[in-house]
């Protein structure tokens, strides 16, 4: 019972260490409000300290990459795009994204995860700055990669401080705010996008022809611009509020250690502990003293070793119930790992390339109707 008790007493801590209140509210327990309120807006005021950061810069950052969704193809097609080389643009983005999510986890678990809250969006909004000012086609690919890379920087640290704020009865609710916010971002970016480009457009034509002799078409330009400066509010809100979450990940780790070996110590001290009473109870009156000599050591180690070898089946039967979760947990990963890569497939090569294309060529719509079709 003293045990137990000290166990919650220390998840309690872990909770509150971790930016938790420790209440069962807090933790995802049903309660009274949470019945009443269901899934709203007050989700998000009972997410863990420092998540709610997380999720304002997701939902900025979404909507910045949404806001060049339907300015994108139109602005390909100025450099002589084919319909391939439209999509590629899409996938410069996606390709970055591919090849540096699993380093930028890497760097998030030794150096921290809010460097790549900052940096992430910094390295996007390069790319988008970048991109607006892009005079060939490659040119545009490559600032496409460096958005991607910085996309990647950022998701892979919102993910793992996400997850570092949450525990195993909360987690479900926090990530849902932090998707709910980007996809907020996502349905307002388009028709952001698309209303920036006819505003633009309409300055352009009456200012004149010496924009677009200089620079083009500046309407389908304007929205990378606009996300650019987008991309430093959202550096600039995780400079200012965003957590570093890696330093208590490892305080909570390095304690469920020296749990783990006090545990162990304090089962070797009980053993010890009962081979001496009954040494103490089995000696022989006559002669107490030297036969409790002889056979305390003996009987000392005996009963040491029993516990021992219980303690070292248990761990080997730990040790498999651990190794055939882990086999059934890949499995099910590599599963919804599939799923989520047949609809990011579905979503790239359908909705953001070939729905724009369709929307314009056969049915005739601008760049702001696409926005709004989107949206």
Same mark, same amino acid.
């Given at each position: 019972v003293?045990?137990?008790?000290?166990t919650r007493? /220390?998840?309690?801590?872990k909770?509150v260490?971790l %930016?938790?209140t420790g209440?069962d509210d807090d933790?995802?327990?049903p309660?009274?409000s949470s019945?009443?309120?269901?899934f709203?807006?007050?989700?998000?005021?009972?997410?863990p300290?420092?998540a709610?950061a997380?999720?304002?810069t997701?939902g900025v950052?979404m909507?910045?990459?949404?806001c060049?969704?339907p300015?994108?193809?139109?602005?390909?097609?100025?450099?002589?795009?084919?319909?391939?080389?439209?999509?590629?643009?899409?996938?410069?983005?996606a390709?970055a994204?591919?090849?540096l999510?699993?380093?930028s986890? #890497?760097f998030?678990?030794?150096?921290?995860r809010?460097?790549l809250?900052?940096?992430?969006?910094l390295?996007?909004?390069?790319?988008?700055f970048?991109?607006?000012l892009?005079?060939?086609?490659p040119e545009?690919?490559?600032y496409?990669?460096?958005a991607g890379a910085?996309?990647?920087a950022?998701a892979?640290g919102a993910?793992?401080t996400l997850a570092?704020l949450?525990t195993?009865?909360?987690?479900?609710?926090?990530?849902g705010?932090?998707?709910a916010a980007a996809?907020?971002?996502?349905?307002?970016?388009?028709?952001?996008g698309?209303a920036?480009? /006819?505003? #633009?457009?309409?300055?352009q034509?009456?200012?004149?022809?010496?924009l677009a002799?200089e620079?083009?078409?500046?309407a389908?330009?304007?929205?990378?611009?606009?996300?650019g400066?987008?991309?430093?509010?959202?550096?600039?809100h995780a400079?200012? !509020?965003?957590p570093?979450?890696?330093?208590?990940?490892r305080?909570t780790?390095t304690?469920?250690?020296?749990?783990?070996? /006090?545990?162990?110590?304090?089962v070797?001290?009980?053993?010890?502990?009962?081979?001496?009473?009954d !040494?103490?109870? %089995?000696g022989?009156?006559?002669?107490?003293?030297a036969?409790?000599?002889?056979?305390r050591?003996a009987t000392?180690?005996?009963?040491?070793? /029993?516990t021992?070898?219980?303690?070292s089946?248990?761990?080997?039967?730990?040790?498999?119930e651990?190794?055939?979760r882990?086999?059934r947990?890949?499995?099910?990963?590599?599963?919804?790992?599939?799923?989520?890569?047949?609809l990011?497939?579905s979503?790239?090569?359908?909705?953001a390339?070939?729905?724009?294309?369709?929307?314009?060529?056969?049915?005739?719509?601008?760049?702001?109707?696409?926005?709004?079709l989107?949206?």
């Amino acid at each position: 019972v003293g045990d137990a008790r000290e166990t919650r007493v /220390s998840e309690r801590t872990k909770g509150v260490r971790l %930016g938790h209140t420790g209440s069962d509210d807090d933790e995802g327990l049903p309660s009274s409000s949470s019945k009443r309120d269901g899934f709203g807006f007050r989700t998000f005021e009972r997410l863990p300290p420092g998540a709610s950061a997380v999720c304002v810069t997701s939902g900025v950052l979404m909507s910045c990459h949404a806001c060049v969704a339907p300015a994108l193809p139109a602005f390909a097609t100025q450099f002589g795009a084919s319909f391939s080389e439209v999509g590629a643009c899409l996938s410069a983005f996606a390709l970055a994204r591919l090849v540096l999510n699993v380093p930028s986890g #890497t760097f998030a678990d030794k150096k921290g995860r809010r460097p790549l809250l900052i940096y992430g969006p910094l390295i996007t909004a390069v790319g988008m700055f970048g991109s607006a000012l892009a005079s060939s086609l490659p040119e545009l690919l490559a600032y496409r990669f460096v958005a991607g890379a910085g996309s990647a920087a950022y998701a892979s640290g919102a993910s793992a401080t996400l997850a570092d704020l949450s525990t195993s009865r909360n987690r479900g609710r926090v990530l849902g705010a932090n998707q709910a916010a980007a996809l907020a971002g996502a349905a307002l970016g388009p028709a952001l996008g698309g209303a920036i480009v /006819s505003v #633009t457009a309409l300055a352009q034509k009456n200012a004149g022809f010496f924009l677009a002799r200089e620079m083009g078409d500046v309407a389908t330009r304007a929205p990378f611009f606009a996300v650019g400066l987008g991309c430093l509010f959202a550096a600039f809100h995780a400079f200012r !509020v965003a957590p570093e979450t890696l330093v208590l990940q490892r305080g909570t780790r390095t304690k469920a250690s020296e749990s783990e070996r /006090s545990s162990t110590r304090g089962v070797e001290e009980r053993s010890e502990k009962t081979a001496d009473d009954d !040494v103490s109870r %089995g000696g022989d009156a006559a002669n107490g003293f030297a036969v409790a000599a002889t056979r305390r050591p003996a009987t000392k180690h005996s009963a040491f070793d /029993s516990t021992r070898d219980e303690d070292s089946s248990l761990s080997e039967e730990k040790e498999k119930e651990k190794a055939e979760r882990v086999r059934r947990a890949r499995r099910d990963f590599f599963a919804a790992s599939g799923v989520n890569a047949a609809l990011f497939f579905s979503g790239s090569g359908g909705r953001a390339t070939l729905v724009p294309l369709l929307a314009a060529s056969v049915h005739g719509m601008d760049v702001a109707e696409i926005g709004a079709l989107f949206s």
